[in-house]
Antibody, heavy 121, light 106 residues
Framework: EVKLLESGGGLVQPGGSMRLSCAASGFTFTDFYMNWIRQPAGKAPEWLGFIRNKANGYTTEYNPSVKGRFTISRDNTQNMLYLQMNTLRAEDTATYYC????????????WGQGVMVTVSS | EIVLTQSPNTMAASPGEKVTITCRASSSVSYMYWYQQMSDASPKLWIYDTSKLASGVPDRFSGSGSGTSYSLTINTMEAEDAATYYCQQCCSTPFTFGSGTKLEIK
């Protein structure tokens, strides 16, 4: 059974940093692209970026809305995905999900339960 | 960036009623994807490759479309179908989602 479990959310001050983690299990982690997606309360999801699989060299791609502030990484020995978020703003307040990406025509077949990040003083 | 416009934003349907949700893309895409999100839960893949039902999705659901116009249809509405549905485009980064359609039961 595929499982994705995020952790590390909470309250952070504007301008601060936070690192989210996602523990993956139930599949061969290195075979898949992995994504971070966020969703402000009552709004649509927003794709933040992905990190490619082993076959594609674990390279990353980001949404321009967060490029330069957010960094996605993975530890393939521990089946962990990370999101490092810097210079946080109030508008970064959202539920953050990790999701597995699949397909040449790309979509997200499994999502974690999400973790809440609140940016406020 | 490809913008997806969903309609309607909200709707209510009676049990047994036929429901159609549309998603229009600002540029042509090869396929469309749909997710169902229940209150306080994460989105679930619902329809992939425009018309294929994800595992466990009842066959009263269907998807169709091409180019810039896609739709999700529920043949006969049931209470358990009340949720928010989002479309997602596959085909150019940044991958984008529609604004969602909140479907309620009458």
């Amino acid at each position: 059974e595929v499982k994705l479990l995020e952790s590390g959310g909470g309250l952070v001050q504007p301008g601060g940093s936070m690192r989210l983690s996602c523990a993956a299990s139930g599949f061969t982690f290195t075979d898949f692209y992995m994504n971070w997606i966020r969703q402000p309360a009552g709004k649509a999801p927003e794709w933040l970026g992905f990190i490619r699989n082993k076959a594609n060299g674990y390279t990353t791609e980001y949404n321009p809305s967060v490029k330069g502030r957010f960094t996605i990484s993975r530890d393939n020995t521990q089946n962990m995905l990370y999101l490092q978020m810097n210079t946080l703003r109030a508008e970064d307040t959202a539920t953050y999900y990790c999701a597995r990406g699949v397909g040449y025509n790309y979509y997200f077949d499994y999502w974690g339960q999400g973790v809440m990040v609140t940016v406020s003083s | 960036e490809i913008v997806l416009t969903q309609s309607p934003n909200t709707m209510a349907a009676s049990p047994g009623e036929k429901v159609t949700i549309t998603c229009r893309a600002s540029s042509s895409v090869s396929y469309m994807y749909w997710y169902q999100q229940m209150s306080d839960a994460s989105p679930k893949l619902w329809i992939y490759d425009t018309s294929k039902l994800a595992s466990g999705v009842p066959d009263r659901f269907s998807g169709s479309g091409s180019g810039t116009s896609y739709s999700l249809t529920i043949n006969t509405m049931e209470a358990e179908d009340a949720a928010t549905y989002y479309c997602q485009q596959c085909c150019s980064t940044p991958f984008t989602f529609g604004s969602g359609t909140k479907l309620e039961i009458k």
